[in-house]
């Protein structure tokens, strides 16, 4: 038996592991299982080129709880350690980092996990345990090896009577760490770090009844097996080629990464590169809601098929972390801070090229099955439309896919909106007009006027459409876009058309004193306008600008400083060629008034303006003018 003093020269680096992975100290788990999986795959590599002469066999990782002796085992069957690598790998090598370590990180626990990042990462043992043992033999033809660890800076390495390749950790875990005795606990810590790792792990036992045979009697009794439980898939789809997946694969891997996900996924895009880093991987679109919020943190990120984190803001460009799906990539650091990654130079091309590789899936899905990816423009527009306002290089590739439905459901890219529409949406200045709505039901008085004019009417309606149509006006410089209750339909495209009005100069502006002493000036502006005679009479209007604006200001990232909180404001337009108009301007006073609150409320009622008390009164008003 040798006793020794761990290669380390601060006086207590145990401490000091405990309280910079406190908040994280579950990972020691994590740590242990992949430095098993590690030896196990180096002995296949060794085996495999001969530099090893055993057999390999079919290894597994097993994790062995024994509550009554307070210890968690982690066994392997993989390349083992001699007496001279534990002194060198365990003793050493792991502590020529330390200093490093505590230097850079002594002020600032923030940055929790970083601890492998100096290969400290089976020290990570000791937040859940205050005595570590390893007892490890060799490929080679060497005694078995048996080391002890109380957590301070003292060893023992003594001779073990082990015969089977491989290592065995055994933790005796500390008081204040007894919940990672229970089985639930580790069951569910080996399902979100180890659950795709490529060896099998081994996690107690289960029974299985065996197939009864063909010949089997009537009174046959079915037998009864006790196999081992295996907590993880070796194999998940990501690691395989897309050539060897078929829909049916690729929609079973995604219910095993989300079993109480039960809407099937729209599509799917296979991520697979060796070049200038690797990456593979798997991603795809669900079935996604308007609030941009609800999603996030749904991609899975791994390296080497070990989880390390479901956060990816930095790695996956922010507009498709609304996705779902794996991403593995050894080149994505295992144990670092969010600020590192976002600064690497790696991470930046694994997030362009991932930017890259959506948006070409995107369009050859558009140019293979144009009419299924029209039905399911509606559940992934505000992914694609997102990534056009934060993705530079999304945007320059989105015009080979991005969509404008029609109101009345077609569908059309941006060139084919100017290309088709440029004859009559085309106005005075030479811009073509691009009439939207954002809501068919509150709109539909308008929507109907702009269609009996022969527009088209496209239907905008996410949250961030102001933004959206802002940028694509700024980009295409003869387009703008026209929110159909913006104006009245004659003015919507502006023509040199004029009609003229039925009205004196003298009228109209009698008319309008009269209807500016009834309409609230500080909500509404009044304007006259000469329309045709069966036009309505009172029409309630948004300038586009002032709204689009407004809605840029509440939800962020645009707009005019402080609009957000600037009160809504209408015009009011009145058809002079009206008759009403002419009836108002002939009403004796006392008439003049209730005729005007009448007319303005309805014109309110079809823009959904009319409510609460006004409602009220304007029903009970509706009921005496029909005695």
């Known amino acids: 038996m040798t006793t020794g003093k761990i290669n380390v020269s601060v006086e207590n680096i145990f401490p000091l592991i405990k309280k910079f992975l406190y908040s994280d100290h579950e990972i020691f788990l994590r740590e242990l299982v992949s430095n098993a999986t590690d030896a196990t795959l180096k002995l296949k590599h060794l085996t495999n080129i001969g530099e090893a002469s055993v057999e390999y066999g079919n290894p597994v990782i097993e994790v062995k709880i024994d509550k009554e002796g307070k210890k968690l085992h982690i066994i392997d069957q993989g390349l083992g350690m001699t007496g001279e690598e534990v002194e ?23 940055d929790s996990g970083i601890i492998g990042h100096f290969g400290l990462g089976f020290y990570s043992a000791f937040m859940v345990a205050e005595k570590v043992e390893i007892i490890t033999k060799s ?206 130079g790696a991470v930046k091309k694994i997030s362009n090229y991932i930017t890259r590789k959506v948006a070409d899936k995107l369009k050859s899905l558009f140019s293979e099955n144009r009419e299924d990816f029209e039905q399911k423009w509606n559940d992934i527009k505000i992914v694609l439309e997102y990534g056009m306002l934060s993705e530079p290089k999304f945007y320059e590739k989105s015009g080979a896919f991005v969509l404008y439905p029609t109101v009345d459901g077609k569908f059309f890219t941006l060139e084919e909106l100017k290309e088709q529409l440029a004859a009559n949406q085309t106005d005075k200045d030479g811009k073509l007009v691009l ?12 929507i109907a006027e702009a269609r009996d004019k022969g527009y088209e009417v496209l239907l905008l309606d996410s949250p961030i459409v102001s933004h959206l149509i802002q940028k694509l006006e700024a980009d295409n410089d003869k387009v703008t876009f026209v929110r159909v209750d913006s104006d009245t339909v004659d003015k919507l495209i502006a023509k040199d058309e004029e009609q003229i009005s039925k009205l004196s100069d003298e009228e109209k502006d009698k008319l309008k004193s009269q209807l500016e002493a009834v309409v609230p000036g500080q909500s509404y502006t009044v304007q006259l306008e000469a329309m045709d005679s069966n036009a309505a009479p009172f029409r309630i209007t948004q300038p586009e600008f002032m709204r689009r604006m407004k809605e840029m200001s509440q939800s962020g990232g645009g ?60 029903v009970k008003r509706s009921f005496e003018l029909i005695k």
Request: aromatic share 10%.
């Open 435 to 446: 009439l939207y709505a954002s809501n068919k039901d509150v709109q539909h008085s308008y």
């Open 139 to 344: 490929y080679k033809d060497e005694p078995a090896v048996h080391w002890i660890c109380d957590g301070s800076p003292e060893f023992t390495l003594e001779p073990a009577d082990k015969t089977t390749r491989g290592t065995e950790i055994i933790l005796n875990i500390a008081e204040d760490s007894l919940d990672f005795l229970e089985e639930s606990k580790i069951r569910e810590l080996l399902k979100k770090y180890n659950k795709f790792m490529p060896v099998p792990i081994k996690f107690g036992t289960h029974t299985e009844t065996l197939p009864t045979p063909e010949d089997a009697g009537a009174d046959y009794q079915p037998e009864e097996v006790e196999v081992d439980t295996i907590i993880n898939n070796p194999n998940p789809a990501w690691t395989k080629q897309p050539a060897d997946l078929t829909e049916e694969d690729y929609k079973n891997f995604y219910h095993e990464l989300y079993p109480t996900q039960f809407e099937e996924p729209l599509f799917n895009i296979h991520l697979n590169v060796d070049y200038p880093f690797n990456l593979t991987g798997i991603l795809y679109f669900p079935k996604l809601s308007s609030d941009l919020q609800v999603q996030k943190d749904k991609i899975q990120l791994y390296q080497n098929q070990v989880f390390v984190t479901d956060n990816v803001e930095g790695i996956v460009p922010e507009f498709l972390t609304m996705l779902r799906g794996v991403i593995d990539s050894p080149d994505i650091p295992l144990n670092v801070s969010r600020s590192y990654l976002q600064a690497d």
């Open 559 to 618: 707009g005019m400083f402080g609009m957000g909180n600037f009160p809504e404001m209408y015009n009011l337009v009145v058809n002079t060629n009206s008759e009403l108009a002419g009836n108002i301007l002939n009403a004796d006073d006392s008439n003049r008034e209730a005729i005007v609150k009448q007319a303005l409320d309805l014109a309110k009622l079809s823009q959904n303006l009319l409510k609460g008390e006004e409602l009220t009164a304007f």
């Open 88 to 110: 060198k790998y365990i003793n050493q090598v792991a502590f020529s980092g330390a200093e490093e370590f505590l230097e850079k990180y002594k002020d600032s626990a923030k």
